[in-house]
T-cell receptor
Framework: AQTVTQSQPEMSVQEAETVTLSCTYD???????LFWYKQPPSRQMILVIR??????QNATENRFSVNFQKAAKSFSLKISDSQLGDAAMYFC????????????FGKGTKLSVKP | EPEVTQTPSHQVTQMGQEVILRCVPI?????FYWYRQILGQKVEFLVS????????KSEIFDDQFSVERPDGSNFTLKIRSTKLEDSAMYFC???????????FGSGTRLTVV
């Protein structure tokens, strides 16, 4: 069974600094997708970034980028130039490939941003 | 940008009562999901729905739960006889196909008293 592990329950970063959130996963599949979701206090789930396992290039979305290490089954999220609005819970999620497939979430990392 | 709409945003119900949580997925999406998040815990998969039938369900999704897509636009989750432990945030999500990401609704906070 697939599992997703986020080993950092809480992280803190100074505004304008860079922070990296860790995520590891376990699967025997070769075709899958990885996601980072942001959940602010409103509790809405917002997609931050996604990565297809078959792509070697790390995904990037503005200030957000990932370090995808397929052999190590690691998928960390880097937030550059952190802003106060980045404060939220961040969830790493896995979906195996194919037309269907539900998301499997990690337990989340609570990110605080200090002014 | 298209949105997944969930109603109500907050529902309080007595234990043992039936509740129906409603969702309007994005119109050209094909796959529909319900997830729940108990306060302070991770998001858990409940059920997926495709081509007018359940395609997968978790062990959480027991006989107390059912889903429907009654009119081609709404997607509902019914809990027949609510328990205190059903108190959670319930998220609806939809997905187009292929490697498209999920779009989540803003959730329904269910409180069972």
């Amino acid at each position: 069974a697939q599992t997703v592990t986020q080993s950092q329950p809480e992280m803190s970063v100074q505004e304008a600094e860079t922070v990296t959130l860790s995520c590891t996963y376990d699967t025997s599949e070769s075709d899958y997708y990885l996601f980072w979701y942001k959940q602010p206090p409103s509790r809405q789930m917002i997609l931050v970034i996604r990565q297809e396992a078959y792509k070697q290039q790390n995904a990037t979305e503005n200030r957000f980028s990932v370090n995808f290490q397929k052999a190590a089954k690691s998928f960390s999220l880097k937030i550059s130039d952190s802003q106060l609005g980045d404060a939220a819970m961040y969830f790493c999620a896995f979906r195996y490939g194919g037309s269907q497939g539900n998301l499997i979430f990690g337990k989340g990392t609570k990110l605080s941003v200090k002014p | 940008e298209p949105e997944v709409t969930q109603t109500p945003s907050h529902q309080v119900t007595q234990m043992g009562q039936e509740v129906i949580l409603r969702c309007v997925p994005i119109s050209n999406h094909l796959y529909f999901y319900w997830y729940r998040q108990i306060l302070g815990q991770k998001v858990e998969f409940l059920v997926s729905f495709y081509n007018n039938e359940i395609s997968e369900k978790s062990e959480i999704f027991d006989d107390q739960f059912s889903v429907e897509r009654p009119d081609g636009s709404n997607f509902t989750l019914k809990i027949r006889s609510t328990k205190l432990e059903d108190s959670a945030m319930y998220f609806c999500a939809s997905r187009r196909d292929g490697n498209y990401g999920y779009t989540f609704g803003s959730g329904t906070r269910l409180t069972v008293v």
